[in-house]
């Protein structure tokens, strides 16, 4: 084991090896544009992309034609919220999403708002989770989209996607979940889980960055998306622009590479992440876990450490990666909005950590990032004017503080 | 972000952490910023009853590195001044010497608003104070 310790792979994930060596060949020995229709380099190149949709295909148990590539899961989101809200405009022009939803989907809504849409933002419960019954409720003969992600990618939490879903097919709207920090690492099943539309991305299930796709049903109901760029008219027309060969063969390596050890990394993540849990709750009072512990990935922990601000945290844990929910980590200097909408004070918002567990962590790193933990938030308490007013029994909410 | 060495070398060795007896008629405390803003500083001094001058200045604060780190280099500048001589210190020194960034300057104005609320406790302490024995001598 040797520092520095990534542990922030929500935010991205270190490229497998063997996705490496599969893409390798696609820079140099076959370099061919897969809409070359009339030679070699064309037919290899397009070959290797029909692979790789195959594979996405496969994980996610949809129809290979059924997935189109983008550059990633932004363009993913954009094409699909804005694709949908184009093209069935004159069915109506409501959409929800919820309030813990990826900047990707949020600003993508607030855009389509300034040009006459209307859209709903869902609360969610103390543990992340996205009220069914309003979601029911929010729906109106107008509403065209249901816009809400598989996994958050601060809080690991799962959303009801199989319900949601449902609920979407039995009033006839369209179903959009962002799926990037779900697929490869828990089941996703476009089927089972009745989703119509879903992004994906490679560089957050040990692929490539720089790709991305975007899963579009066919069928029952059969799904159509107003193309966001001009262009050759690849992908079915949805997404011109020549195909990054082998970011394609990458993402689909790592479908692949997911798919088959997924039961075996699942548990292996698990007990790391409970690990890791165990030892800071046995090391340390007042620390709080964020969102359900029952509906979540099992490569997710957030937690937050009662009465020690999150940047100084993070300053003493500066041999490894993990990011807080601080204000003062953020470019805005606001606290995390996801967790401001479980309900959660800015004080324990500002010391909250989101560790992010990885296939290439190892249990010796887990129980050094335990150790050192324990270590800086008992010397950051040792420090805190907060800790000692709260060891001394004064109610920190009833304080009158001096601020501007 | 970047953090400058001395801003370092406070967090890592932070000095004169800790508390003073607030309820000490030498004793000054000052408590600033709100937790919801993601900033608690503390700060005490404890003044010489014959000479005037700070000789104990102790804190602790909630907050950032660069807040941590201003706080504790307040204490190291408010030993040994008087409290009239304390009043000179501005956020801006504190800036220039720890080498803050911008978006830190307000660690530097909450550092310079703790000295100002411990001597103004200080002083409306002094204000009530019914003399000791001691202080009725030399008077």
Redesign the interface.
Known sequence: MKPPIYLDNHATTRMDPRVLDAMLPYFTDHFGNAASRNHAFGWEAEQAVEKGRKQIADLIGCNAREVIFTSGATESDNLAIKGVAEMYAEKGNHIITAATEHKAVLDTCKKLEKHGYRVTYLPVKGDGLVDLDMLRESITDKTILVSIMYANNEIGVIQPVQEIGKICRERGVLFHTDGVQAIGKVPVDVNKDNIDIMSITGHKLYGPKGVGALYVRRKSPRVQITAQMDGGGHERGMRSGTLNVPGIVGLGEACAIAQREMPEEMKRMAYLRDRLRSKLEAGLDEVYINGSMEHRLPQNLNMSFL???G??LL??INDVAVSSG???TSAT?E?SYVLKALGL???LA?SSIRFGIGRFNTEAEIDYVADKLVDVVTKLR???????MAKEGID?SKVE???D | MA?SDKVLDH?NN?RN?G?LDKSAGNVGTG????????????LQIKVNDESGIIEEAKF??????S??ASSSLATEWLKGKTVDEALQIKNTDIVNELALPP?KIHCSVLAE?AIK?AISDYRKKQATRTPTAVEQTVA
């Open positions: 009465y020690v601000e940047e100084s300053m003493g601080s204000a003062c200097l606290p004070g800015d004080d500002h040792e420090l805190s004017p907060l800790y000692e920190l503080w001096v601020h | 953090y967090y932070p952490v508390s408590m600033v910023g709100a937790p919801e803003c993601g900033d608690v500083m503390k602790k604060t909630f907050g950032c590195g807040a941590i978006v608003d609320a």
